[in-house]
């Protein structure tokens, strides 16, 4: 029954990953919930994290957590009208989801008893003056023994290591039974609190806890390393972004870093990319050759031909052909020019191994390209980051109380505006780092739509370097020399312009993307298509001033990697993207 | 010195000895009771018991219950002592026990050569209640008398010998002459 309805609820989420986020807010309004920041700024702000709050998700502390738990037990105790340990177990059964609770027990009481362990009438061990433990086989008096509801009696030695043993094998000790096979009788918390040492019951609890938020399927634990706090969510209500209170934003479908507009699946694969091993041997491929003796990969480091490998190899051969240094000279004429090499091209001998080489390398150029971008505006982030909290703690106040001491028409919340400019910085690179990892996934073929995701990109990147650069720059001058009113305003005009600019291409980009791109057109667009680089001319010259556009574009690839087919598939072994006609990858040889 | 695991497996022993199960012997070592070597005989009436068989020693037949000639086998006295004259295999096991029995199961290898779908190549055993159905209300007869019964009745859904899996689900007549081939392979090795 249980999988049946794991199944169902699994799908819900799946239909719900596939839909791009409705209702999605404007980029602005996030940046007020995602940092604690000191109360003299926060007023408006913190209305929308409240706001955002009852609508989405909501967090919760150890405390709540443990109120939630013992009501839920207790509802489910009073309406079934059973022990409160039994409804637990129930509970615990059903995934805490007490209206399945109530769904079940009520369409079958027996079948949930029997499958849960609860049984209907408790037996009494047997009346006699001594008993027999099942486990040791040594004899007790009555009272040094205790059964489960079942009546099966145990003495109290036994049942301690029993129940250790099972709790230090893990959570399966939430769903302990008596220890006679044939019988499936729970063994609840209040038994657990009867027997167990003091250090096991702790444990127990512990579990227990975890638990209500782990197999509950609206809660989940915040990722951040070291925090306590759980968030609930309800599916169905858009937006998968949340916010803990410990000021970590994170996507709740794939618990990874706030990731938006980026899909999750999207995400899962550059993660796995920047990971995996797959790049090591992509590189190895296209910068090295395996000794023709020993197989080790060589990687080449001055200009001459003559190879020799390292002890205990030593073998030496031509760098051009692999072919032995003794036989090499004379007979094959010379070595840049090597003959060998060019009649064995002739013969198709080395085209196979050439053409990995090539796509090992122009993939890893590209791959490169995106990763460089993503990393850097991921600590360019965290500058950001750091710059924002230390503008909240001590320079900004002493800032702020200067400017007061100067002007009395100065109140505090005109200084707001430098706030809310890093705030926009920081959620600006971040969305501008994901674009990258969207960029490098965006098919080849697809040229019309790269060409609009990347002159958006540009638009937005160039905005962004703007904003930035303003913003440290041209702040440090005010905070560290006393300027004249006049300036100052000119400066927040400034600031405070480009703030909502970089805001309005940010926001177009994000829209253009969760629709994907759906106002471009697809590949029948081919013919009207030029090379990239008249959109890069195109983002970079419209706006002035520094613009890193150039960097964004990517180069065009080689021959060797125009596919027609509309869908690549990307290989599990080294996550290579090959064309849907291939059955092994290119790259790796791994099948499909 | 006598710590829970071990009062229990005292107490397995006796009563092994006092009760014994048909086909079932075990003993531990002298110096190490967390140690058990056993033995376990093929069920009666299936190719694990290898049939009726004479017995010969030295080209002389030997009737029920008769006289053995000098310097026979402990195996030939053994079998003076059954009362069938069926020889069956002879399976060497050993049982190697922890300080958490019996809240955890032993671990059960067989000795001698084996052909079964869940039995692997080592000799280690794929047997449900030796790992997550085990209960600590099992005792030693209780496992001996599950391997037993496992013998003639294997779970080809979790093949631990592929090969005899295969075997055992399309070509019986094949599977069962193997069986008889190491049930004779028994006997001869010590």
């Known amino acids: ?592 | 010195m006598s710590t829970p695991a071990r009062k229990r497996l005292m107490r397995d022993f006796k009563r092994l000895q006092q009760d014994p199960p048909a086909g079932i012997s075990g003993a531990p070592h002298d110096n190490n009771i967390m140690l058990w070597n056993a033995v376990i005989f093929g069920p009666d009436d299936t190719p694990w018991d290898g049939g009726e068989a004479t017995v010969v020693v030295l080209g002389t037949a030997v009737a029920e219950g008769g006289e053995l000639p000098p310097k026979a086998s402990p195996l030939l006295e053994v079998v003076r002592l059954m009362p069938a004259s069926r020889l069956g295999g002879t399976f060497k096991l050993t049982l190697q026990f922890t300080e958490d029995y019996p809240n955890k199961p032993p671990t059960v290898r067989f000795v001698s050569r084996m052909f079964h779908p869940n039995i692997y190549a080592d000799g280690s055993i794929c047997l449900d209640i030796l790992q997550n159905q085990w209960s600590p209300i099992y005792d030693v007869a209780a496992i001996l008398t599950s391997i037993q019964s496992l013998l003639c009745d294997p779970n080809p859904n979790s093949p631990a010998n592929s090969e005899a899996a295969r075997m055992f689900s399309e070509n019986k007549r094949e599977y069962n002459r193997k069986v008889r081939e190491i049930v004779e392979q028994s006997w001869t090795a010590d």
């Open chain 1, 1 to 592: 029954m249980d999988s049946e309805d794991d199944m169902h609820d699994a799908d819900d989420l799946d239909s719900l990953d596939d839909q791009f986020y409705s209702g999605y807010a404007a980029l602005g309004s996030d940046d007020g919930d995602e940092y604690d920041f000191v109360d003299n700024v926060s007023d408006g702000a913190e209305e929308s994290t409240s706001h955002r709050q009852q609508q989405n998700y909501t967090i919760l502390s150890d405390a709540d957590i443990r109120l939630r738990q013992e009501e839920d037990i207790s509802r489910i105790s009073t309406v079934l009208s059973i022990l409160r340990s039994e409804a637990c177990i129930l509970l615990r059964h059903y995934n805490w989801s007490v209206s399945r609770v109530h769904d079940e027990w009520f369409a079958n009481e027996d079948h949930v008893r029997k499958v849960v362990g609860l049984l209907e009438n408790s037996s009494e061990m047997q009346r006699t003056r001594e008993l027999t433990c099942g486990i040791c086989f040594e004899n007790y008096p009555r009272d040094r023994m205790t059964s489960a509801a079942c009546g099966h009696p145990f003495c109290h030695t036994c049942w301690r290591g029993y129940i250790s043993t099972s709790i230090s094998d893990g959570p399966g000790c939430l769903m302990l039974r008596c220890p006679d096979p044939s019988c499936g009788a729970a063994v609840g918390q209040d038994m657990i609190d009867l027997l167990a040492t003091h250090e096991d019951k702790e444990k127990y609890s512990r579990y227990l806890l975890r638990s209500y938020i782990e197999d509950n399927r609206k809660t989940k634990w915040c990722p951040a390393p070291g925090c306590e706090f759980a968030v609930e969510y309800i599916i169905g209500s858009g937006s998968f972004d949340v916010c803990c209170n410990c000021s970590y934003g994170f996507c709740w479908n794939c618990t990874e870093e706030a990731h938006r507009p980026v899909d999750c699946d999207t995400v899962a694969k550059w993660i796995l990319k920047n990971s995996a091993e797959s790049e090591n041997m992509n590189w190895i491929l296209a910068n090295s050759k395996p000794c023709p003796k020993c197989k080790r990969p060589i990687e080449k480091n001055q200009g001459c031909m003559h190879i020799t490998c390292t002890p205990p190899c030593k073998f030496e051969f031509c760098w051009l052909c692999l072919g032995s240094w003794s036989e090499h000279g004379e007979r094959t004429g010379g070595f840049y020019a090597c003959n060998r090499y060019d009649a064995a091209k002739q013969e198709g001998a080395y085209d196979e191994s050439e053409r990995r080489r090539e796509m090992a390398k122009n993939s890893l150029e590209r791959y490169t390209h995106y990763y460089e971008r993503w990393a850097t505006n991921q600590s360019s982030r965290q500058k950001a980051l750091s710059d924002l909290h230390s503008m909240q703690n001590e320079k900004f106040l002493l800032f702020q109380l200067e400017k007061l001491s100067d002007q009395q028409s100065q109140p505090e919340s005109q200084l707001k505006f430098i706030i809310e400019a890093w705030l926009q910085i920081v959620e600006c690179r971040r969305v501008l780092k994901w674009t990258y990892a969207y960029g490098f996934y965006l098919p080849e073929h697809e040229h019309a739509k790269r060409q609009f995701f990347e002159y958006l990109q540009g638009e937005a990147e160039s905005g962004l370097e703007r904003l930035h650069q303003c913003a440290e720059k041209e702040l440090q001058i005010y905070l560290d020399a006393q300027i004249p009113m006049n300036d100052f305003n000119d400066f927040r005009t400034k600031l405070a312009g480009l703030t909502s600019v970089t805001r309005n291409y940010f926001e177009n980009l994000v829209r253009a993307l969760e629709t994907g791109l759906k106002d471009v057109g697809s590949s029948n667009n081919q013919a009207t298509c030029s090379k990239s680089s008249s959109s890069k001319s195109l983002g970079s010259k419209a706006k002035g001033g520094k613009s890193k556009a150039t960097g964004n574009s990517s180069k065009s690839a080689g021959p060797s990697r125009s596919m027609d087919d509309s869908n690549l598939w990307s290989c599990d072994h080294c996550t290579y993207a090959n064309p849907k006609s291939t059955r092994t990858c290119q790259m790796c040889e791994h099948h499909r």
